[in-house]
């Protein structure tokens, strides 16, 4: 049975801890010598501005600094409470992977492992990083179908990963039982790295490349003036910035608070046990990879001659520092750890020496229990903040090692260069909002914590905190009738049972029990009609004198007239597709914007940022939560719709692409001519408390036409046949508009007389010559002749034409 030994560390910082690792041989930091690297000294010096202002010690805020330093951006400044690598850094049991099941944060992993691969050399800080390569293990047939799937994307990266035969497995790992393992998912140059080590080398490169990190240096209050720059004070005084990044760690809420905002984190323990020397693991000739059993959820890895193995326990057992929630962070906490609980994960401990019997002889040496920071989906925050000029957040890394290097280099891209390198809109903190409460980010932090080894499917639905109080007025009608998906907070119907059939949400790898369901809604729009409930649009109303101007600077489309919509694109200075809205008209200068229910805050947030640089007299609201929308579409839309409204829906009279204010059933709506299916349809928005009343008029109405429900299931089928593209699926930030065949949406030969501002000034200011500031005119000459440039490109490479 595995045993206490003599060393048990409770509440104990263990940095200095006096173990000296073997030359060679793995370590981490639970057995680093403090002496062997001891902390760089904190910067005496002080700086009244500061061009970045970087909040947090860690490894993703040196990281940070290290990037922006060496890009070139003077005057970056990082502020720390204690020092470097207090909080979650510090303690972490440092594990690297290629791997994501995602897409695109598999690109920063990739980045973190050669930034790291390469740090000791560029600083002269040895970071102790061993690469033996990861194995995930397979032992039920469901898993092998996930690592199938899993094979499927990796042609999107140069990352090597293969599935492996239980034969090769036992070859790398020998000390396994076999008896269980049907197949591996093998990542060669995976592997872990001493955290403390790997931000010391980060901080070095910081401060080589001109980077100022102070500590300690507590941020005691923020204040953002008017014109978008911060008031930063510390004990040591006061520091102008033009940004603030919060990288604070399990600080963040303290630091968000300073400002409003209520950052939903929630702190959870987690805990991993360290043997002493077991005599096969010092044996070996080789280190061993990193294992992780997935249906065991623990991690191994080899720490010396001994291992290392860290649980991920059920949702039931795992434990949230519910004080901290309630009333902070206790002011002295930095390098400190819990008491350990080895009853809380003995089942995973269990599982662990069954998995790796030499286990059951070894003696604990060290059992670590410290805090980490859980997001309510598990991924960070990453990027600036809508609502708040100039505050950007790297917050809410339950893996914050792996991401480290990757988000320092994507953030300082974003922010020196003005848009995102690639697009990671799953990290944006703008999908969070104030439907997100205290009690929905505990209850999701908890499930994704015991959810973290779980198999993950496609379409995959998590129930914790559900529902939000973000339901449309059709909830209560609909609920009992289909199975909905989670949206930015709203339940939204994904597919409708009917008496007998399996209603349960049923996920898998092959058809399951929705495909026959979606196949009839499908036939039933494309034959019939039906309705779908689309509240969860992303809604904002933009009214005044200079709407028209920032909607013509913003989109990429032609402004449509009074009365019509078009579908337009907001792109990024780098031509790439930031965002794809339906923009309505509906009176002079007063227009609806419409967009996807992931975007709504991602989306509001561009406008509203390029509207304060233009200096726009525009009144921005975000109406998503007032507004209901119901969709009607397929041959007899227009015949049911008809029978509730005195307004004349002809095709003549009610054009496709044109909005009307109507009213249906006596409940006043805006209608848009428009479906997303491809079909006569369109859509009816209206106050959220008249949905159920007018839901149930058009439902009545419809019945001699056979009338039914559709979900968003049915709709994506049907999109997809009609080829209209959906941002995140066939468009976002990594590609141009005419790589995804927007062609149509795009007037290449759209150019603004003068841009919004220059030099920071609206141009309604430089009202002469003898104004404009110096080289105006030769500037406006040489953007001009490279715009119509690249305009000619981009139209010889469409085969169109143009003067």
Not at 422 to 439: A, H, M, Q, S
Not at 469 to 483: D, I, P
Request: glycine residues 10%.
């Amino acid at each position: 049975m595995l045993r206490l030994g003599t060393r048990r560390l409770r509440g104990l910082g263990l940095r200095g801890f006096p173990l000296r690792a073997s030359p060679g041989r793995p370590h981490s930091v639970c057995s680093r010598r403090g002496e062997e690297n001891p902390p760089l000294s904190a910067e005496s010096r002080w700086k009244d501005q500061a061009e970045t202002v970087i909040i947090g010690g860690g490894c993703v805020g040196v990281s940070l600094a290290y990037h922006l330093a060496k890009a070139g951006m003077k005057d970056v400044v990082l502020l720390e409470k204690s020092e470097l690598t207090a909080g979650s850094t510090w303690h972490a049991a440092g594990l690297t992977t290629y791997f994501h099941p995602g897409i695109n944060l598999k690109k920063i992993h990739y980045y973190s492992i050669k930034l790291y691969e390469k740090l000791e050399e560029e600083t002269g800080q040895v970071v102790g990083f061993h690469q033996p390569g990861s194995i995930r293990i397979a032992t039920t047939p469901v898993r092998v179908d996930e690592f199938k799937y899993q094979m499927t994307r990796t042609g999107w990266h140069a990352t090597e990963q293969y599935i492996i035969e239980p034969e090769k497995i036992q070859e790398m790992f020998p000390l396994l039982n076999m008896n269980k393992i049907l197949a591996g998912l093998y990542n060669p140059g995976d592997g872990h790295i001493d955290p403390y080590s790997l931000t010391m080398a980060l901080a070095a490169g910081a401060r080589k490349y001109g980077a100022l990190l102070i500590y300690p240096a507590p941020v005691t209050s923020l204040k953002l003036r008017s014109d978008g720059t911060w008031d930063v004070e510390t004990p040591h005084g006061f520091m102008r910035a033009n940004r603030i990044v919060n990288a604070a760690g399990f600080w963040a809420r303290e630091v968000g608070k300073m400002i409003g905002l209520e950052h939903p984190l929630i702190p959870v323990q987690h805990q991993y046990i360290i043997t002493s020397t077991i005599p096969e693991v010092k044996a070996l000739k080789r280190e061993l990879p990193v294992l992780r059993d997935l249906e065991g959820s623990f991690y191994l890895r080899q720490e010396r001659d001994g291992l290392l193995f860290g649980p991920y326990e059920s949702q039931e057992k795992m434990k949230v520092q519910d004080s901290w929630v309630a009333s902070g962070v206790p002011p002295g906490f930095g390098k400190e750890l819990f008491e350990s609980d080895l009853d809380r994960i003995m089942e995973h401990v269990e599982a662990a020496m069954d998995m790796v019997p030499v286990l059951k002889k070894a003696d604990i040496i060290n059992i670590v229990n410290g805090p980490i920071t859980y997001s309510p989906d598990i991924l960070p925050m990453v990027g600036p903040h809508q609502g708040v000029r100039n505050y950007w957040v790297a917050i809410g890394f339950g893996y914050g090692i792996i991401h480290a290097g990757g988000v320092g280099k994507y953030l300082s891209d974003w922010i020196l260069h003005g848009e995102p390198p690639f697009d990671l809109i799953e990290l944006d903190p703008n999908r969070y909002g104030k439907w997100t409460t205290t009690e929905y980010t505990e209850a999701k932090a908890r499930e994704s914590y015991g959810f973290n080894n779980i198999v993950g499917y496609p379409k995959e639905e998590r129930f914790a905190g559900r529902p939000t109080q973000r339901v449309s007025g059709l909830y209560k009608t609909l609920e009992s009738k289909c199975s909905m998906g989670f949206h930015a907070g709203w339940e939204q119907p994904h597919w409708f049972y009917k008496p007998g059939q399996d209603p349960g949400y049923r996920p898998s790898f092959r058809r399951t029990n929705w495909f026959e369901p979606v196949g009839s809604e499908y036939q039933q729009v494309m034959q019939r009609v039906g309705v779908i409930d689309l509240s969860p649009f992303g809604k904002f109303n933009i009214k005044g004198q200079d709407s028209i101007r920032l909607l013509d600077y913003l989109f990429a489309n032609v402004i449509p007239k009074v009365g019509f919509t078009n579908i337009s694109h907001m792109l990024t200075p780098k031509g790439r597709v930031y965002a794809e809205l339906t923009v309505s008209h509906q009176s002079p200068g007063e227009f609806l914007l419409v967009t996807g229910s992931g975007s709504e805050l991602h989306d509001l947030r561009w406008i509203e940022e390029e509207a304060i640089k233009g200096g726009c007299d525009v009144e921005i609201k975000n109406i998503t939560d007032e507004l209901g929308v119901l969709g009607i579409a397929g041959p007899y839309s227009r015949k049911v719709l008809q029978k509730l409204t005195s307004d004349d829906l002809s095709d003549n009279v009610f054009k496709f692409l044109q909005t009307k204010p109507l009213k249906v059933s006596n409940i006043p709506v805006t209608a848009i001519r428009i479906s997303y299916t491809g079909e006569l349809g369109w859509e009816l928005y209206h106050r959220r408390e008249d949905s159920a009343a007018l839901y149930d008029a058009i439902m009545n109405a419809g019945q001699e036409e056979g009338i039914d429900n559709f979900g968003t299931y049915a709709m994506n089928a049907l999109r997809l046949e009609k080829a209209f593209r959906a941002w995140g699926s066939e468009m976002n930030c990594d590609t141009n508009p005419l790589e995804a065949g927007l062609e149509s949406f795009v007037k290449l030969n759209k150019v603004d007389s003068l841009p919004l501002s220059y030099q920071g000034k609206p141009y309604k200011e430089l009202i002469s010559l003898e104004k404009l500031p110096p080289n105006f005119l030769a500037t406006c000459i040489i953007e001009f002749a490279w715009l119509h440039f690249i305009t000619s490109r981009l139209h010889r490479k469409a085969g169109t034409e143009t003067d």
